[in-house]
Protein backbone atom coordinates (compact mmCIF):
# COMPACT_ATOMS: atom_id res chain seq x y z
CA UNK A 1 0.00 0.00 0.00
CA UNK A 2 1.13 3.31 -1.05
CA UNK A 3 3.07 5.37 2.03
CA UNK A 4 4.20 8.92 2.98
CA UNK A 5 7.61 8.46 4.16
CA UNK A 6 9.37 11.23 6.26
CA UNK A 7 12.76 11.29 7.50
CA UNK A 8 14.09 11.77 10.39
CA UNK A 9 12.30 9.98 12.28
CA UNK A 10 13.55 12.12 15.30
CA UNK A 11 15.63 15.21 15.42
CA UNK A 12 17.20 16.87 18.30
CA UNK A 13 18.53 20.53 17.52
CA UNK A 14 20.15 23.47 19.12
CA UNK A 15 17.49 26.42 19.88
CA UNK A 16 18.97 29.12 16.84
CA UNK A 17 20.06 26.15 14.56
CA UNK A 18 18.22 25.35 11.10
CA UNK A 19 16.57 22.26 10.58
CA UNK A 20 14.79 20.57 7.41
CA UNK A 21 11.83 17.94 7.73
CA UNK A 22 11.86 15.54 4.81
CA UNK A 23 8.54 13.66 3.55
CA UNK A 24 8.06 11.63 0.31
CA UNK A 25 4.49 11.97 -0.46
CA UNK A 26 2.34 9.29 -2.47
CA UNK A 27 3.43 9.71 -5.91
CA UNK A 28 0.05 10.55 -7.55
CA UNK A 29 -0.76 12.64 -5.28
CA UNK A 30 -0.73 16.68 -5.88
CA UNK A 31 -1.65 18.35 -2.70
CA UNK A 32 0.71 18.31 0.41
CA UNK A 33 0.25 18.86 3.96
CA UNK A 34 2.45 19.65 6.77
CA UNK A 35 1.07 19.46 10.22
CA UNK A 36 2.57 19.66 13.97
CA UNK A 37 1.25 18.18 17.18
CA UNK A 38 3.06 19.55 20.58
CA UNK A 39 3.03 17.12 22.77
CA UNK A 40 -0.31 15.76 24.49
CA UNK A 41 -1.96 18.20 22.29
CA UNK A 42 -4.12 18.57 19.54
CA UNK A 43 -2.76 17.83 15.46
CA UNK A 44 -2.83 21.57 14.15
CA UNK A 45 -2.66 22.68 10.69
CA UNK A 46 0.22 24.51 9.23
CA UNK A 47 0.62 24.70 5.59
CA UNK A 48 -0.80 23.19 2.70
CA UNK A 49 0.95 23.06 -1.10
CA UNK A 50 -0.23 22.69 -4.55
CA UNK A 51 1.40 23.31 -8.39
CA UNK A 52 4.64 24.32 -6.60
CA UNK A 53 3.70 27.27 -4.13
CA UNK A 54 1.64 27.67 -1.02
CA UNK A 55 -1.87 27.13 -1.21
CA UNK A 56 -2.91 27.76 2.49
CA UNK A 57 -1.41 28.38 5.85
CA UNK A 58 -2.15 29.14 9.18
CA UNK A 59 -1.02 31.76 11.55
CA UNK A 60 1.56 29.16 13.38
CA UNK A 61 3.39 29.20 9.69
CA UNK A 62 5.09 32.43 10.26
CA UNK A 63 8.60 34.14 8.87
CA UNK A 64 10.46 31.16 10.45
CA UNK A 65 8.81 28.78 8.47
CA UNK A 66 9.22 27.63 5.04
CA UNK A 67 8.08 24.52 2.65
CA UNK A 68 9.92 23.72 -0.72
CA UNK A 69 9.33 20.68 -3.64
CA UNK A 70 13.30 20.76 -4.39
CA UNK A 71 12.60 17.76 -6.71
CA UNK A 72 9.33 15.52 -8.43
CA UNK A 73 9.46 13.76 -4.92
CA UNK A 74 10.50 15.03 -1.62
CA UNK A 75 8.64 17.68 -0.12
CA UNK A 76 10.67 19.94 2.69
CA UNK A 77 9.91 21.88 5.80
CA UNK A 78 12.47 24.55 6.83
CA UNK A 79 12.88 25.67 10.34
CA UNK A 80 14.65 28.68 10.14
CA UNK A 81 15.77 30.00 13.36
CA UNK A 82 14.55 26.69 15.90
CA UNK A 83 12.93 27.49 19.34
CA UNK A 84 12.08 25.68 22.27
CA UNK A 85 8.72 26.10 21.66
CA UNK A 86 8.86 24.21 18.15
CA UNK A 87 9.47 20.96 19.55
CA UNK A 88 6.78 18.81 18.68
CA UNK A 89 5.84 15.82 16.17
CA UNK A 90 5.13 17.14 12.61
CA UNK A 91 3.35 15.50 10.40
CA UNK A 92 3.69 15.17 6.66
CA UNK A 93 0.22 14.64 4.41
CA UNK A 94 -0.38 14.26 1.07
CA UNK A 95 -3.90 13.63 -0.86
CA UNK A 96 -4.80 13.19 -4.50
CA UNK A 97 -7.88 15.34 -4.62
CA UNK A 98 -8.41 18.89 -2.97
CA UNK A 99 -11.45 18.02 -0.62
CA UNK A 100 -11.23 14.95 0.68
CA UNK A 101 -14.72 14.03 0.42
CA UNK A 102 -13.98 10.33 0.03
CA UNK A 103 -12.05 7.21 1.63
CA UNK A 104 -8.85 7.83 0.58
CA UNK A 105 -8.71 11.48 1.65
CA UNK A 106 -5.28 12.36 3.34
CA UNK A 107 -2.48 9.68 4.01
CA UNK A 108 -0.22 11.16 6.93
CA UNK A 109 3.65 9.82 7.21
CA UNK A 110 4.69 8.56 10.73
CA UNK A 111 6.03 11.77 11.87
CA UNK A 112 9.29 13.30 12.72
CA UNK A 113 9.51 13.78 16.61
CA UNK A 114 12.03 17.09 16.49
CA UNK A 115 13.34 18.39 19.87
CA UNK A 116 14.68 21.27 20.40
CA UNK A 117 17.26 21.70 23.13
CA UNK B 1 -15.10 28.23 10.03
CA UNK B 2 -15.73 25.23 10.76
CA UNK B 3 -14.82 22.78 14.61
CA UNK B 4 -14.46 19.86 15.56
CA UNK B 5 -15.01 18.63 18.98
CA UNK B 6 -14.43 15.79 21.30
CA UNK B 7 -15.52 16.30 24.61
CA UNK B 8 -13.81 12.92 26.18
CA UNK B 9 -10.06 13.68 26.89
CA UNK B 10 -10.16 9.92 28.23
CA UNK B 11 -11.96 7.07 28.23
CA UNK B 12 -11.63 3.12 29.86
CA UNK B 13 -12.83 -0.35 28.54
CA UNK B 14 -12.71 -3.45 28.66
CA UNK B 15 -11.58 -6.04 26.84
CA UNK B 16 -13.60 -7.73 24.28
CA UNK B 17 -16.26 -5.06 25.08
CA UNK B 18 -17.49 -1.93 22.62
CA UNK B 19 -16.78 1.50 23.31
CA UNK B 20 -18.43 4.56 21.44
CA UNK B 21 -15.71 8.01 21.09
CA UNK B 22 -17.55 11.25 20.69
CA UNK B 23 -17.04 13.75 17.99
CA UNK B 24 -19.29 16.40 17.26
CA UNK B 25 -18.90 19.16 14.29
CA UNK B 26 -20.09 22.63 13.57
CA UNK B 27 -20.34 23.30 9.65
CA UNK B 28 -22.34 25.40 7.22
CA UNK B 29 -21.21 23.84 4.60
CA UNK B 30 -23.71 21.15 3.24
CA UNK B 31 -20.39 19.10 1.70
CA UNK B 32 -18.06 17.64 3.85
CA UNK B 33 -15.71 14.49 4.91
CA UNK B 34 -14.91 12.95 8.36
CA UNK B 35 -12.81 11.20 9.22
CA UNK B 36 -11.30 9.18 12.28
CA UNK B 37 -7.68 8.90 13.29
CA UNK B 38 -5.60 6.31 15.58
CA UNK B 39 -2.56 7.54 17.26
CA UNK B 40 -0.77 4.83 19.13
CA UNK B 41 2.05 5.71 21.60
CA UNK B 42 4.44 5.24 18.71
CA UNK B 43 3.31 8.43 17.33
CA UNK B 44 2.29 7.72 13.92
CA UNK B 45 -0.96 9.11 12.63
CA UNK B 46 -3.44 6.18 11.32
CA UNK B 47 -6.79 6.29 9.04
CA UNK B 48 -9.24 4.53 10.29
CA UNK B 49 -12.65 5.05 8.89
CA UNK B 50 -14.66 8.04 6.44
CA UNK B 51 -18.11 9.24 6.29
CA UNK B 52 -19.24 11.47 3.40
CA UNK B 53 -21.88 14.44 4.20
CA UNK B 54 -24.37 12.77 1.64
CA UNK B 55 -23.53 9.23 2.49
CA UNK B 56 -26.83 7.64 3.22
CA UNK B 57 -25.74 4.68 5.13
CA UNK B 58 -23.10 4.96 8.05
CA UNK B 59 -19.42 3.63 7.28
CA UNK B 60 -18.44 0.52 8.36
CA UNK B 61 -14.81 -0.79 8.96
CA UNK B 62 -14.21 -4.35 10.63
CA UNK B 63 -14.90 -3.30 14.09
CA UNK B 64 -15.17 0.24 13.63
CA UNK B 65 -18.74 1.90 12.82
CA UNK B 66 -18.84 5.57 12.60
CA UNK B 67 -22.54 6.59 13.91
CA UNK B 68 -23.33 9.47 11.90
CA UNK B 69 -26.18 11.88 13.11
CA UNK B 70 -26.46 14.50 10.40
CA UNK B 71 -29.17 16.89 12.14
CA UNK B 72 -27.39 16.38 15.23
CA UNK B 73 -24.11 16.91 13.61
CA UNK B 74 -22.52 14.23 15.43
CA UNK B 75 -20.06 11.07 14.49
CA UNK B 76 -19.02 9.38 17.19
CA UNK B 77 -16.69 6.34 16.90
CA UNK B 78 -17.74 2.62 17.94
CA UNK B 79 -15.33 0.39 18.10
CA UNK B 80 -16.37 -3.33 19.22
CA UNK B 81 -14.66 -6.15 20.57
CA UNK B 82 -11.93 -4.10 21.79
CA UNK B 83 -8.75 -5.20 22.07
CA UNK B 84 -5.46 -4.18 23.71
CA UNK B 85 -3.82 -2.86 20.90
CA UNK B 86 -6.53 -0.21 20.54
CA UNK B 87 -5.35 1.91 23.50
CA UNK B 88 -4.58 4.85 21.82
CA UNK B 89 -5.46 8.42 21.17
CA UNK B 90 -8.30 8.66 18.61
CA UNK B 91 -8.46 12.07 16.43
CA UNK B 92 -11.75 13.23 14.77
CA UNK B 93 -11.27 15.67 11.66
CA UNK B 94 -13.38 17.32 9.04
CA UNK B 95 -12.76 18.17 5.70
CA UNK B 96 -14.79 20.47 3.55
CA UNK B 97 -15.59 20.78 0.31
CA UNK B 98 -16.02 24.76 -0.05
CA UNK B 99 -13.76 27.29 1.14
CA UNK B 100 -10.73 25.94 3.45
CA UNK B 101 -10.83 22.41 2.63
CA UNK B 102 -7.93 21.70 5.12
CA UNK B 103 -9.03 18.85 7.75
CA UNK B 104 -9.11 20.28 11.04
CA UNK B 105 -8.62 18.32 13.81
CA UNK B 106 -10.26 17.44 17.13
CA UNK B 107 -8.66 17.47 20.20
CA UNK B 108 -8.48 13.57 20.54
CA UNK B 109 -9.43 10.64 23.20
CA UNK B 110 -7.28 8.72 24.70
CA UNK B 111 -8.90 5.25 25.12
CA UNK B 112 -7.26 2.74 27.30
CA UNK B 113 -8.47 -0.99 26.85
CA UNK B 114 -8.23 -3.09 30.13
CA UNK B 115 -7.38 -6.82 30.14
Known amino acids: EPEVTQTPSHQVTQMGQEVILRCVPI?????FYWYRQILGQKVEFLVSFYNNEISEKSEIFDDQFSVERPDGSNFTLKIRSTKLEDSAMYFC???????????????FGSGTRLTVV | AQKITQTQPGMFVQEKEAVTLDCTYDTSDPSYGLFWYKQPSSGEMIFLIYQGSYDQQNATEGRYSLNFQKARKSANLVISASQLGDSAMYFC????????????FGRGTSLIVHP
Open chain 1, 93 to 107: ASSERRAALASYGYT
Open chain 2, 93 to 104: AMSLSGGSYIPT
Open chain 1, 27 to 31: SNHLY
